[in-house]
């Protein structure tokens, strides 16, 4: 008799790495669970780790973003603080953090990109926007703990899904 095992296909942590200071975080955590983790940058930042896949795109306006979205597929984890990026990745079935700890859900994606254009006006209009504030430690503690929830419900989500 043969018996045949069903094939679980691995969940992807696909980290937009550019500017993103929770990538070892994010590393450290993702190891607990059988993730290929992928970090996507472009040729200006050179960043590589142990256990995770560099690609890099030629510098552009959105490769990296293109190039990321490509390699999604349902129920993968994205790390992007990139909200244009956020939605492509929302669209696919992604589920999607940012480096402080906030989930974007298609519930509040909308509002996230209003944000973002309302503040790009005032940008183009000769006004200022606040940038971010520095970056604490309690940054990272919200980080870890919303990215191991969704570990976890990416999980969850997909064992259903199958």
Do not use: W
């Not at 994010?26 to 930042?45: G, N, P, Q, V, W």
């Not at 990109?113 to 504030?133: H, M, N, Q, V, W």
């Amino acid at each position: 008799m043969i018996l045949f095992r069903r094939r679980v296909t691995i969940l992807q942590l696909l980290i937009d790495a550019d500017a993103c200071p929770v990538i070892d975080l994010a590393l450290s955590i993702s190891s607990r669970y059988e993730m290929k983790t992928i970090l996507f940058c472009d040729t200006s930042h050179r960043i590589e780790r142990e256990n995770a896949i560099t690609i890099m795109v030629p510098k552009g306006a959105d490769s990296v973003d293109f190039k990321l979205v490509n390699a999604i597929n349902k129920y993968d984890i994205v790390i992007t603080q990139d909200y244009g990026l956020a939605a492509m990745c929302l669209a696919k079935g992604a589920f999607v953090v940012d480096q402080n700890g906030r989930e974007m859900t298609s519930d509040n994606i909308d509002q996230l990109l209003a944000f973002r254009y309302e503040s790009a006006k005032i940008r183009r209009s000769g006004g200022r926007t606040k940038g971010p504030k520095k970056r604490t430690e309690k940054n990272n503690i919200s980080f870890a703990n919303k990215f191991q929830q969704i570990c976890e419900q990416a999980i969850s989500t997909k064992k259903e899904g199958e």
